[in-house]
């Protein structure tokens, strides 16, 4: 028997793809002129899962989103504050010895296009994800695998609207799978990576350092409660 899923499971399934999709963003490139004015959009939707969820990494990293969101309106010149992101992004991904690893591979084994690439492949192929022609980094880089849980997400509504709501639990366990015993280890552990660059290095705008613990709390609790979901 098919199981019957609730507006509200849809509406949350929507909701988780949207966070998953502003951290890709936020992670693939430096951000550009049309990030202006989207943290502030998500302020509302990380403060109700530190509410519900109760977890320390997602409500530290509510209140250092607002002091960025806070410091972004009060920015009257967007290109000073587009070229200190930039400087951020370019300085915890790709400068200096202690660059924060953005790919599995590399963090996991040293090495680009090594066995954890050919897994994470594995887990593409299963739905045919292909990553965007103009995207220029690794298949297993932490933008794309973001992106690609937001991709299942927008499979399951997909898969509602066209009537298929019995395939909708093969969809979650895939996710669960891919985010428990692949995803979560190291992304969590560039997280703190992150957490330890950007304290030291004290920016100005805290943007990376608010992304590292909402992404650490949000990873928990979408664990949690796809665990509970796809059971």
């Known amino acids: 028997m098919a199981e019957i899923y609730s507006s509200e499971f849809f509406n949350d399934t929507m909701g988780r793809g949207a966070v998953y999709e502003y951290f890709s963003y936020i992670l693939k490139l430096p951000v550009e002129q049309e990030f202006i004015g989207l943290s502030a959009k998500y302020i509302d939707v990380f403060s109700k899962l530190s509410e519900e969820f109760n977890n320390e990494n997602m409500v530290k ?11 972004e309106a009060k920015t009257k010149n ?3 504050l ?4 930039n400087i951020q992004w370019t300085s915890i991904f790709l400068t200096g010895a202690s660059n924060v690893p953005c790919s599995s591979s590399v963090a ?25 022609a103009d995207y220029t980094e690794s298949d297993d880089h932490i933008s794309m695998e973001l992106l690609f849980m937001r991709e299942m997400n927008a499979l399951i509504i997909d898969m509602h609207n066209k009537g298929l ?8 366990k895939e996710q669960y799978m891919f985010l428990n015993s692949y995803m979560y ?20 705008y805290p943007l990376y350092l ?20 796809s059971a």
């Open 61 to 71: 990293g509510v209140e250092i989103l607002k002091k960025y969101v806070e410091l």
């Open 78 to 80: 967007k290109a000073t």
């Open 82 to 85: 587009l070229e200190e992101l």
């Open 108 to 132: 996991i084994t040293g090495m680009e296009m090594d066995a954890p690439w050919e897994r994470v492949m594995e887990y593409y192929a299963v739905r045919g994800f292909k990553k965007p």
């Open 165 to 172: 709501d019995e395939n909708i639990k093969d969809v979650l």
């Open 185 to 204: 280890d190291w992304i969590s552990g560039a997280c703190k990576n992150m957490i330890e660059f950007c304290s030291k290095t004290d920016f100005k």
């Open 210 to 229: 608010a992304a590292a613990y909402l992404i650490l709390g949000f990873l928990e609790y979408d664990k949690a409660y796809l665990l509970e979901i």
